[in-house]
């Protein structure tokens, strides 16, 4: 992949679909070694790790990627199957992540919920009592 790939689409807006579109294909995997294969796990790794140290990023994981992955799509109203879909979880690993790491004491979400419950509010009449006369 051309290393100004993810540069383009910070600077244009240009989405990857946009920019894988524009390589050339080697493989039926957009992932492949020298030899236009797809990676095995062992290559994956190396390349992962040589990654993070040009970027100079430790401590992160491929899957603290995934994790993301799946705390955003959520964010951005995904239901669990499209997560799953898209993450390579299964529907119960996805649902687990959400609930066990993610989502969880987060204030934009309870933020969210108070502000759809005071929206129903409004919409709804209240009734006063009545005022008994002296």
Do not use: N
């Not at 910070?10 to 492949?32: D, K, V």
């Not at 951005?76 to 879909?85: G, L, M, W």
């Amino acid at each position: 992949m051309p290393s100004g790939c993810f540069r383009v689409r910070a600077a244009s807006g240009e989405t990857l679909a946009e920019c894988l579109s524009q390589i050339p294909r080697r493989a039926t995997t957009i992932l492949t070694g020298q030899k236009g294969r797809p990676w095995t796990s062992h290559g994956f790794r190396t390349e992962w790790r040589k990654a993070c140290q040009r970027a100079g990023i430790s401590d992160v994981t491929f899957h603290d990627l995934r994790g993301t992955a799946v705390t955003r799509l959520a964010r951005a109203d995904c239901s669990v199957p499209e997560i799953a879909s898209l993450t390579g979880h299964s529907l119960a690993d996805a649902q687990a992540i959400l609930d066990a790491h993610y989502l969880g004491g987060r204030l934009e979400l309870a933020e969210a919920a108070m502000s759809r419950r005071e929206k129903k509010e409004a919409r709804t009449e209240t009734v006063k009592p009545g005022v008994k006369p002296e």
